[in-house]
């Protein structure tokens, strides 16, 4: 079993940044995947970025791309999203995913564990 804990989320006004962190614990396999997701209210679970286990392969979806960055820490089995000129659209709940690959991908469904969320709110 994998556990997974976020924090850094917050009310933020438009413009500015935060930094979310995604910690990894239990029994991680020797290399995995990790992504974020995000689900506004009313609105699917979406795609927001992931990153492979060496930080060679990065995804992000065209709505973040240019404003924020994912990376991690295998040291610390932490991986970060770090937000950029932030938008109220970007208002949500942000997930943290593991996927027991080396290797991410952009769909929801290739990830077996879930952390349990961290709210993200952007005022006008």
């Known amino acids: 079993q994998v556990q997974l804990v976020e924090s850094g989320g917050g009310l933020v006004q438009a413009g500015g940044s935060l930094r979310l962190s995604c910690a990894a614990s239990?029994?991680?396999?020797?290399?995995?995947?990790m992504g974020w997701f995000r689900q506004a209210p009313g609105k699917e679970r979406e795609f927001v970025a992931a990153i492979s286990w060496s930080g060679g392969s990065l995804y992000y979806a065209d709505s973040v791309k240019g404003r924020f960055t994912i990376s991690r820490d295998n040291a610390l089995n932490t991986v970060y999203l770090q937000m950029n000129s932030l938008k109220p659209e970007d208002t949500a709940v942000y997930y943290c995913?593991?996927?027991?690959?080396?290797?991410?991908?952009?769909?929801?469904?290739?990830?077996?564990?879930w952390g349990q969320g961290t709210q993200v709110t952007v005022s006008s």
């Open positions: 995913a593991y996927r027991r690959t080396s290797m991410p991908t952009i769909r929801p469904d290739g990830y077996n564990y």
């Open positions: 239990g029994r991680t396999f020797s290399s995995y995947a």
